[in-house]
Nanobody, 116 residues
Framework: QVQLVESGGGLVQPGGSLRLSCAAAGFTFSTYSMSWYRQAPGKEREMVATISPLGGRTNYADAVKGRFTISRDNAKNTMYLEMNSLKPEDTAVYSC?????????WGQGTQVTVSS
């Protein structure tokens, strides 16, 4: 059974930084691409960043390019999202996701609030 558990969210001032973690279990982590998504109140869920199985390729939404960095540690079955220069519009619930045999799985999400 796939398990994804996010952590690291919180309240931060504009311009601040946060590091999110996603601990994975129940599948061979090192063989799957992983993604971060976010969903703000009243908006659709959007992809934030994706990383290939060995971490050699990454992809980012235009809104976060140059500010966010996705990474993974396959020895720890954990994915990360380093978020810098945070803006109020980054406020959302951030979730990690993996697709196995065409079926997406999601964690419960972690709230990120950017406000002064």
């Amino acid at each position: 059974q796939v398990q994804l558990v996010e952590s690291g969210g919180g309240l931060v001032q504009p311009g601040g930084s946060l590091r999110l973690s996603c601990a994975a279990a129940g599948f061979t982590f090192s063989t799957y691409s992983m993604s971060w998504y976010r969903q703000a109140p009243g908006k659709e869920r959007e992809m934030v960043a994706t990383i290939s199985p060995l971490g050699g390729r990454t992809n980012y939404a235009d809104a976060v390019k140059g500010r966010f960095t996705i990474s993974r540690d396959n020895a720890k079955n954990t994915m990360y999202l380093e978020m810098n220069s945070l803006k109020p519009e980054d406020t959302a619930v951030y979730s990690c996701s993996v697709v196995l045999k065409g079926i997406p799985s999601w964690g419960q999400g972690t709230q990120v609030t950017v406000s002064s």
